[in-house]
């Protein structure tokens, strides 16, 4: 039996009340940042929040998630589709993979339509340096409706 890859999901603190459920059903399918693993065995190993503006919780949250055998950290899509959308994303990025030599990816589901909307409709992520961080969650209009 291969050893599966060992993922961890930190999620904005906006959404500390999330279950996860939308992260959790991407992972099951493949869906959005997850389609990375398509064939692939992976576990999730560990899930928190940032701990709020301008988040606390990235200094050490990594560090236990790496204990627990963590390859891979997703900045779940929270951080891209709240309002702003959160402007510490490659700082976070930045420090957990220099700090802690882990990949870092931003996205975990895909990015429901309504978000896609609004964020499109505001300019949100018309410079280029958006491309970057919401083009594996960005997926197909149908893929998108169905994480409304």
Request: net charge negative; with cysteine.
């Amino acid at each position: 039996m291969k050893t599966p890859r060992k993922i961890g999901i930190i999620i904005c603190d906006r959404w500390r009340r999330c279950a996860g459920g939308k992260c959790l059903r991407a992972l099951k399918e493949r869906e959005g940042a997850f389609a990375r693993y398509e064939g692939l065995e992976v576990e999730l190993a560990g899930y928190t929040t940032c701990d709020g503006c301008p988040g606390g919780n990235i200094e050490y949250a990594p560090a236990e998630m790496k204990k627990n055998g963590v390859e891979v950290v997703h900045l779940a899509t929270g951080f891209l589709v709240g309002y702003p959308p959160c402007p510490y994303i490659d700082e976070f990025k930045a420090f957990v993979e220099e700090k802690y030599g882990m990949e870092v990816v931003v996205g975990t589901h895909p990015i429901p339509q309504n978000y896609y909307d609004t964020h499109r409709n505001l300019g949100t992520w018309d410079l280029p340096m958006w491309d970057s961080k919401i083009g594996e969650t960005v997926t197909t209009e149908s893929m998108r409706r169905q994480y409304d």
